[in-house]
């Protein structure tokens, strides 16, 4: 009950005139922020912050929460609409809404993301407002060899999944972590594979700038070839009773909103790891659960609504260990957590106890920010949809344009702009050689995760492997990842055997 | 139609050349002034001692308009400052790339020949603060003081995990230096950043650690780390149960720099226009008290004594990796 009586009191705060406006504002500014490929939620945070001094503390956090969870709404609509991750908490968001808007379906795929979302992000606050001191000691429970535990669970979850080609899935991970283990070393400090001696080399391979050249690029140049110069049109309408029939497809996926929101919630909470992890995560968890898993990359609802309710969840997840334990779970909390410091708070288990105007006026909006961003979101749909409308000869040179603008915007190096065209040229041999570029996206956002825990693991085990399985967390995590990761080659095994017993028996 | 466009759009564009020109050259006759964003690079991950304190100086700066362009904070963590020092090293617009350092200055182009890093290149334009250094254990551990620790520790041998920012960084100086002063055998396991270490001492994943203060302050305020001795001349005022190391009969003192440079080859002009820039955010209120409140020490120091106590420091770092082993003398 005391909960509900701190939950009213922020509430309180939260709908003050200035700080309702400021949460609007934060919502609109985020979604395009978000939808802009190249601007994502940490630089939206970044640029905005000190503009944050001419209001309370209290009201600059809502301000720049409300930003964070607008981007996330808003990095799913140039995912679905041109193939061009938003941000890099959207990637998974292509691999299904992108064929969804080519079927005609954008309306479709864009309603269920913004519901998806909602959901993520209610869901989430919810579990936050009920568990948020408790889970901060979980959090700090998460040592190196449970998150390593942890990415090999979620590398399992992509390999051991029945339709792609098994090998070919190997393969695209390999590259995947050869490309995250550019730059330096977290252990001894020295550079490694310095690709042709190019100082562009020296420092690790900027994610957005590989996300936006594999699925801008690489699609668009994909889209090209498949459309042979023809005027292509996308059918994209909306009508009342489409949007009906969808809600109740969109509906039928609730098993997948409830899995992305926890599983996105619990990944946010741990340090390091954050939304885009989270929405992968999620996005694997749902095509392994799935009856029929074919269909993921084809356009598949589950696929969209997953990682959607997933990133949301995790922005609100990563929220936690910054205001109680002053780590950041994601690079835009970190931004969130010098503002705190600015504003002259002390984050750290104290923070609940000391200011809790503040914390649970902050929670407060969270629910309010949600709110307003699915309306705003939703409102817009028809607007996007006219726009994708355009022939795609014209949309074409502008998915460019837009790719080289966000590849350079993100790390401000032409370097990385040449790197993108050379890798979206790469994304495209991939495609067109039918190997899975998911996977590969995967491990560059969970190498550079999963390297300096193994390696710090195995340090302060002194090279005991059995780290991983002797930890009452870390274990039981280690062997689910063991038998999924093995599961096609179990399967396999089990078939032959099985035939050649009916054999030996006919 | 187009001819008179044509023609408009020539107008318009000679119109802007003039005006344009009259602007720049009227500001050069004052005094040099940014003209694009300035980038302000961290040596370290976000959520370290150093990424939050670019954070404040940047807002510190906007807050009373320091700089009619803004400062924009980026993270290059790789390789103990590494990839920053290249960064900067490599940087085309020297004039528009300040950097906020520690003592990974130093350390890592000695480490490092290969990188063709020499700090004492790089432009002097404020040090802001030196930090202070604690040694830390975490409450459950039951640790009360320095002899306590030190017989935990040696009990341990190698299985007592000591965690810190990176090879051959403050930290590890640290370490070397307790292991080497009290008979001790800590096992050094780096991470990427302070806020990090912290959370690995406060959830018991390492046995110890030498945090700055703004690091670890949050756990200790919520009673989850003690602080045992500091790495200072005096007690800090923060930490007044903890004796120095000094007041123990080792003759240890230890500071980090917390200084702003600028890119090598930043000309004269673009370094006075930030000189006066930190020396006003020296002055500001917030930034006083946030040195309180953080326990940071040391005055502001700008141009050559700056580079001055680069040189020695520079000099005391280089007999301490020698000493350690990490380089050859």
């Known amino acids: 009950m005391e909960l509900l009586g701190l939950l009213s009191d922020g509430f309180l705060v939260a709908f003050e005139p200035l700080n309702l406006g400021l949460i609007v504002l ?58 061009i991750p938003g941000a890099s908490t959207a990637v998974a968001t292509t691999f299904d809404g992108r064929p969804l808007a080519m079927q005609g379906e954008a309306d479709k795929a864009l309603i269920a993301a913004a519901l998806a979302s909602f959901a993520g992000g209610t869901i989430s606050v919810i579990l936050f407002t009920l568990f948020a001191p408790p889970l901060a000691s979980v959090a700090l429970d998460f040592g190196d060899p449970e998150i390593f535990a942890l990415m090999i669970l979620a590398f399992a979850t992509f390999v051991g999944l029945s339709g792609d080609d098994i090998a070919k899935t190997i393969f695209s991970i390999c590259i995947g972590m050869v490309m995250s283990a550019i ?60 949007t009906m029939s969808n809600l109740k497809i969109i509906w039928g996926t609730w098993k997948a909103w409830l899995m992305g929101s926890g599983l996105g919630f619990f990944v946010g909470i741990l340090p390091a790891a954050g939304a885009t992890p989270g929405s992968l995560m999620a996005y694997g968890v749902a095509k392994m659960t799935a009856k029929d898993p074919s269909r993921f990359g084809k356009g598949a609802v589950e696929g969209v609504v997953a990682p959607e309710a997933a990133n949301n969840a995790a922005s609100t997840g990563s929220m936690l260990p910054m205001l ?33 105007d503040f914390v649970w006026g902050l929670i407060a909006s969270l629910y309010a920010a949600n709110l307003f961003a699915v309306i705003i ?55 067109k050689l039918d190997y899975p570029v998911a996977p590969a996206v995967l491990a560059i956002v969970l190498g550079p995760i999963a390297e300096p825990a193994l390696r710090q693991s195995l340090l302060i085990s002194g090279g005991d492997a059995m780290v991983f399985v002797n930890r009452p967390i870390a274990g039981p995590i280690t062997i689910i990842a063991l038998v999924l990761l093995f599961l096609p080659a179990i399967q396999f095994v089990w078939r032959k055997y099985v035939r050649s017993t009916k054999q030996a028996a006919g | 139609m187009k001819t008179i466009f044509r023609k408009l759009l020539g107008v318009g564009i000679a119109a802007g050349l003039v005006t344009g020109f009259t602007a720049v050259t009227g500001k050069t006759a004052l005094a040099w002034e940014p003209v694009k964003p300035i980038q302000f690079v961290v040596m370290a991950g976000k959520g370290g001692g150093a990424d939050k304190l670019a954070r404040l100086i940047q807002s510190i700066i906007e807050k009373h308009k320091l700089s009619s362009k803004p400062v924009t904070p980026i993270n290059k963590p790789g390789g103990s400052g590494a990839e920053a020092l290249v960064y900067m090293k490599n940087h085309k617009d020297a004039d528009h ?28 334009i404020a040090r802001m603060a030196e930090d202070t250094f604690l040694l830390w254990v975490n409450k459950d ?34 370490t070397d230096f307790l292991n080497a002063a009290y008979g001790l055998n800590m096992k050094y396991v780096p991470y990427k950043g302070g806020g990090k270490v912290a959370k690995q001492l406060a959830g018991n ?45 080792k003759d240890f003192v230890y500071y980090m720099q917390r200084s702003v440079v600028g890119a090598p080859g930043m000309s004269a002009d673009a370094q006075a226009f930030y000189q006066g820039v930190f020396k006003k955010v020296y002055d500001t ?3 006083q008290t946030y040195m309180k409140k953080k326990s940071l020490q040391g005055e502001l120091l700008q141009g050559d004594a700056l580079m001055a106590y680069w040189k020695r420091e520079n000099e005391v770092h280089r007999k301490m990796l020698i000493k350690m082993g990490a380089i050859k003398g």
């Open chain 1, 183 to 242: 730059g330096f070393d977290i252990i001894s400090g020295e550079p490694r594979l310095v690709l042709f001696d190019l100082i562009g080399f020296q420092s690790k391979i900027n994610f957005l700038v590989l996300a936006i050249g594999i699925y801008g690029i690489g699609e668009m140049m994909w889209t090209i070839e498949v459309s042979r110069g023809e005027t292509m049109m996308s059918k994209a309408t909306i009508t009342w009773d489409r």
């Open chain 1, 377 to 431: 979101n939703i409102a817009f749909i028809p607007l996007f949809l006219w726009f994708l409308r355009t022939p795609f000869t014209i949309l074409a040179p502008l998915i460019f344009v837009l790719s080289m603008v966000g590849g350079y915007a993100s790390t401000e190096r032409m370097f990385d702009v040449w790197l993108m065209l050379i890798l979206g040229v790469g994304g495209y041999l991939m495609r």
């Open chain 2, 141 to 174: 551990s039951g640790i009360k003081n320095v002899d306590e620790f030190v017989a935990a520790a040696k009990a341990a041998g190698n299985k007592w995990i000591m965690a810190g920012t990176g090879k051959a960084s403050e930290d590890n100086l640290l």
């Open chain 2, 97 to 124: 790339a300040i950097m906020v350092t520690l003592n990974s200055f130093y350390t890592t182009p000695m480490r490092q020949p290969r990188l063709g890093v020499d700090p004492l290149t790089f432009a002097p």
């Open chain 2, 205 to 249: 994943h390492a046995n110890s650690t030498v945090n700055n203060p703004s690091e670890q302050l949050g756990f200790y305020e919520a009673g989850k780390t003690v602080a045992l001795a500091a790495f200072t001349d005096e007690r800090l005022p923060l930490f007044k149960d903890a004796p120095t190391f000094k007041e123990l009969g």
């Open chain 2, 285 to 287: 209120p917030e930034w």
């Open chain 1, 26 to 83: 934060g919502v609109v500014v985020g979604l395009f922020v978000g939808a802009m490929p190249g601007l994502g939620s940490v630089n939206g945070v970044a640029i905005l912050l000190p503009m944050t001094f001419l209001v309370p503390p209290a009201s600059a956090i809502m301000f720049l929460a409300a930003l964070y969870y607008g981007a996330m709404y808003g990095g799913a609509i140039s995912s679905i609409m041109l193939g």
């Open chain 1, 324 to 356: 109680t334990l002053g780590i950041p779970g994601s690079p835009t909390t970190a931004v969130l957590l010098g503002g705190m410091v600015i504003w002259g708070l002390q984050p750290g288990p104290r923070l609940f106890v000391t200011e809790t």
